[in-house]
């Protein structure tokens, strides 16, 4: 298959203009939209083997997990800086992967054109800042998640990181990459790894959705890492250190989970 | 990773900005961005005049680095400064990336009163941890381009962009795009087009469009919210333009950028095309009058 980059021109156009192009989406209507929109293509110089996602589910929901991997596994040669270009999620995104968009963010037609162009501008293209839209734009998520959450160091279990964040992917993925210690991948694998020893160690599984204006268990533990950034520079310690400094001060979640 | 001046520490920090020590320096000026084959080579001017932490870092118990953030490509890593550069593959970067230059512990030890600290601290000793913060320097950013554009060429961060459902005959967006969006309706999109290949018109469609554009982008620039500065940092217009005052002699972090009007700064960066704009429009005129 052919992967092809959107241009900037015609992003451009399409967001400005998407009120006149909601029906075609709503239509599911690939070829109208991209005639009368005139949108242009470019392909990238790399041929991949011909592959799609997993559209079974009548959840598409559930089908997030399996896509990551089957996305990450066949592209993960981009490159971050490629995979942080807004062209290439929304070429994809209208076209080889206008089907599974279809199934997955279907345009809702009960809904006002407002509200539908927005829906439009946050899962066909970037739309918010650049950081947030690689976990908010569908495409790039499938791929930042692989790429975040694969451990080539792992060779039994390359996934178990995904595994452990999959139980729950939208209560943990997104408080978890708000924080800026995950972008070091070194931090991450050892914040992840360390709360999954501790689960096994207290036998217990803590919570990940915030209750009553309660903090989940994750999201306590994830305020410590952030508090433990606040006083020291994190990416310049050994990660001996990081993790036993970490299990110390995070224990008392575990504990206390243990004991329901 | 932004320097925080306001961030209080447990322990005497080395710094432009505060009066822990009343002696000695520490710089790590990035002076350099180099794009070799595949990577990026940041070049440090480096210079630390502290004898009490220059013990420390002979000693290995502390270590000059430099934190890399790019939120944009989730990057984030700290290297340790053992070279006068760093290197950094550069297809793990993209748009805006910060950098910010310190030095760390390596390990836990004691920290005692010396004299090169300000008095407050006499007879006091500070428990140091690996990864505590010793000395920091200004931070730094710098923008990486994935198509090379040229940012000299200030109309090029500009698109016209044709929006049919639009009533108003042009509107600005600063936010949404890497570049200035100007909105037009059907009517200024087809004048536009069959205008801007013409030498007089082009001047005065550019003190007609461009020119607003511009004064509202400079004015953005000046915010003083955080926020809007934070959304604008990433964008490649709001970088090409700062690169584009420094050329001017008008330094964005100074004063004097604040001070001066807006509508005053556009027209020096658009060489003064106001002023052309009245030139060609009496051409024009005197052509009409000539034919008539």
């Known amino acids: ?260 | 990773m932004r320097l925080q001046r306001q961030k209080l520490y447990p322990h005497p920090i080395l710094t432009f900005y505060n009066d822990d020590y009343t002696k000695g320096e520490f710089t790590a000026e990035l002076v350099e961005v180099e794009l070799l084959h595949s990577k990026l080579r940041l070049h440090f001017n480096y210079a630390l005049d502290c004898p009490p932490l220059e013990v420390l870092v002979e000693n290995g118990k502390a270590t000059p680095i430099i934190h890399i953030e790019n939120s944009q490509t989730k990057y984030r890593n700290a290297f340790p400064l053992t070279e006068s550069y760093i290197d950094i593959p550069s297809q793990k970067l993209n748009g805006q990336v910060e950098v910010l230059p310190m030095i760390v512990a390596n390990q836990s030890f004691e920290y005692y009163y010396n004299n090169y600290l300000s008095d407050d601290y006499q007879g006091m000793s500070f428990n140091i941890e690996e990864g505590n913060i010793l000395a920091i320097q200004q931070d730094a950013t710098f923008h990486v381009e994935k198509e090379q554009q040229d940012d000299a060429n200030i109309p090029s961060i500009f698109e016209l962009v044709k929006n049919d459902e639009q009533k108003e005959a042009i509107t600005f967006d600063l936010y949404t795009s890497d570049k200035i969006i100007i909105n037009t309706n059907h009517d200024v999109q087809k004048y536009y087009s069959t205008l801007e290949d013409k030498e007089n018109p082009r001047k005065l469609l550019t003190s007609l469009v461009i020119f607003p554009a511009l004064v509202q982008a400079i004015n953005n620039m000046k915010s003083e919210d955080e926020e809007i500065h934070q959304d604008l940092e990433e964008k490649r217009w709001y970088n090409s333009i700062k690169k584009r005052l420094k050329d001017v002699d008008i330094n964005p972090e100074e004063q004097s950028f604040f001070d001066k009007p807006s509508e005053a700064i556009a027209q020096i960066l658009l060489r003064n095309v106001v002023n052309e704009a009245f030139h060609s429009l009496n051409e024009l005129t005197q052509h009409a009058k000539e034919s008539e």
């Open chain 1, 1 to 260: 298959m052919e992967l092809r980059i959107m241009t900037n021109e015609s992003i451009l156009n399409l967001k400005a203009n998407l009120e006149s192009y909601v029906k075609f989406y709503e239509k599911e209507d690939q070829q109208g939209l991209v005639e009368k929109a005139g949108i242009e293509f470019q392909a990238l110089n790399k041929h991949v083997e011909d592959f799609n996602l997993d559209m079974s589910d009548p959840n598409p929901a559930k089908t997030e997990g399996t896509n990551i991997r089957l996305l990450y596994n066949r592209l993960s040669w981009l490159s971050p800086s490629a995979a942080s270009d807004e062209r290439l999620w929304a070429g994809l995104a209208h076209d080889h992967f206008w089907d599974y968009m279809m199934y997955r963010w279907k345009v809702d037609a009960g809904q006002s054109t407002d509200k539908k162009v927005n829906h439009i501008k946050q899962n066909y293209f970037f739309g918010h800042g650049k950081q947030r839209s690689l976990m908010t734009n569908p495409l790039a998520r499938l791929w930042w998640l692989g790429h975040m959450l694969r451990d080539e160091e792992n060779e039994e279990a390359p996934y178990a990181l995904l595994e452990f964040v999959e139980r729950d992917l939208n209560a943990i993925s997104f408080p978890l990459f708000g924080s800026n210690m995950a972008n070091n991948k070194r931090l991450l694998k050892a914040f992840l790894y360390t709360i999954m020893d501790l689960e096994k160690q207290y036998q217990v599984q803590i919570s990940t959705r915030n209750k009553f204006g309660k903090k989940s268990d994750f999201v306590r533990a994830l305020t410590i890492v952030n508090y433990m950034g606040g006083m020291n520079i994190l990416d310049a310690i050994s990660i001996e250190t990081f993790k036993t400094k970490l299990k110390e001060q995070i224990r008392p979640i575990f504990q206390q989970a243990s004991q329901g």
